[in-house]
């Protein structure tokens, strides 16, 4: 990083399942999760209300050096199968400040390109003080429906975010989930919702 960046630090986290229950996996799961901490540009202006300007400038830096740390991880953007995104932000913000950072093409549409998918990006959002554990959820990347890809990645920073700063999270997975087996959404037998609660309710 530059002595201009906007960045505090980057912080990425691998993880490797070699088994799942009872049994040794034949593929790893392979995920990893890589977040920026930048200094919130909103406070101390009271309700600022276009926060256009400060996305266009902050947005792509965070996307780059988050893209690159975290295809690193999984040693190359080609081997991501799902991806999410997420944001913290400290107690002084608003989750809207976080809201966005990471909703918006300047972030999602470049490191959507950058893994060439296609689906929307997974995402969430939350305030909360410094080592709170952020949750980043994760589908695939060019086929949302895909249930077996429906997936999380945690991380936790013990000093961020600060009350004056913002956690933004990206989260990637190199395949399913172990042993996935529950079906796809668009493959599903139709149901009768109205039916079902009635017996339920029966």
Known sequence: ?????????????????????????????RKAVA?????NPWLGRGHVRDL???????????AAALATSITAALGGADNVEA?????????????EHGSALIHTPFLGDLFRHIVEGES?????EDRAQAGTVLTIPMWHKTAASTRS?????ALSVSDAPRPHEILIALGVSAGPRPLARIGDRRTDTAIDPAHILRKVHA
Not at 9 to 27: M, N
Not at 35 to 39: D, K, L, Q
Not at 84 to 92: C, I, M, R, S
């Open 120 to 124: 929307i990006i997974a995402f969430g």
């Open 35 to 39: 977040a920026a901490v930048i200094t």
């Open 149 to 153: 890809h429906y997936q999380a990645v």
């Open 1 to 29: 990083m530059t002595a201009s960046s906007p960045i505090r630090k980057v912080v990425t986290r691998t993880e490797i399942v070699h088994t799942e229950g009872e049994l040794q996996l034949e593929r790893p799961w």
């Open 83 to 95: 991806y999410g995104k997420a944001a913290l932000v400290g107690l002084d913000g608003e989750v």
């Open 52 to 62: 256009d300007p400060e996305v266009r400038v902050l947005a792509p830096q965070i």
